[in-house]
């Protein structure tokens, strides 16, 4: 078993609809999380940490349950320049590196 | 801040010949540095941690003696691809943690063995 398992893509949903993103983690003692940005050619770019009280930027909220070992990512009003991979990215603590998620592809079309 | 700055972008290279890709800490010091390499519709995959002042660690499945990390300073890390053949073509990546933004990383490096 993969130790960060995403949603296999790719989406392809319409603008303005909205998508949520699903991710689970094996290892227990992870400690931070994350959901990653990366546009073709390009470097992984953090679009949000992702807390257990939840958090919100802007169209983007992200969920962890710890008890479920699962992350969740939800976009709204999906716009054009949202299409990219997202990276859902564990930290297991300290200066180790960051582990990735395969990526799922959103393509939002007009 | 916590930038870092990887080059070359993109290197074209017959097979055989070796590649040096470099990474440097701007406005940190990196004591760490995290190499990934992606292939196409893959995840970033670690391939080794660079270590200054010592020997990198590598990941299980990747050999030493084909990349070989240097990190002979704080703000610089190295990894040469030695004698590379087509099957290495992929997109490498490094990352440093700086304790006041944590992870960043390189705009990474595609490499295209011919």
């Known amino acids: 078993r993969k130790e960060v398992e995403q949603d296999p893509g790719p989406f392809n949903v319409p603008e303005g609809a909205t998508v949520a993103f699903n991710c689970t983690y094996s290892?227990?003692?992870?400690?931070?999380f994350f959901w990653y940005r990366q546009d073709c050619r390009k470097e992984p770019k953090l679009l949000m940490s992702?807390?257990?009280s939840g958090n919100e930027d802007g169209r983007f909220t992200a969920q962890l349950n710890r008890a479920s070992q699962y992350i969740s990512l939800l976009i709204r009003d999906s716009k054009l320049s949202d299409s990219a991979t997202y990276l859902c990215?564990?930290?297991?603590?300290?200066?180790?590196?960051?582990?990735f998620g395969k990526g799922t592809r959103l393509s939002v079309i007009a | 801040g916590a930038v870092v700055s990887q080059h070359p972008s993109w290197v074209i290279c017959k097979s055989g010949t070796s590649v040096k890709i470099e990474c440097r800490s701007l406005?940190?010091?990196?004591?760490?540095m995290f190499w990934y390499r992606q292939f196409p519709k893959q995840s970033l995959m670690l391939m080794a941690t660079?270590?200054?002042?010592?020997?990198?660690?590598?990941e299980q499945g990747v050999e030493k003696d084909k990349f070989l990390i240097n990190h002979a300073s704080l703000t610089l890390s190295t990894l040469t691809v030695t004698s590379a053949h087509p099957e290495d073509s992929s997109f490498y990546i490094c990352?440093?943690?700086?304790?006041?933004?944590?992870?960043?990383f390189g705009s990474g490096t595609r490499l295209t063995v011919v």
């Open positions: 990215v564990v930290d297991r603590s300290g200066n180790t590196p960051l582990v």
């Open positions: 290892n227990s003692a992870s400690q931070s």
């Open positions: 992702v807390y257990s």
């Open positions: 660079s270590n200054e002042g010592s020997k990198a660690t590598y």
């Open positions: 406005d940190f010091q990196a004591t760490t």
């Open positions: 990352s440093a943690r700086d304790s006041r933004v944590g992870y960043t």
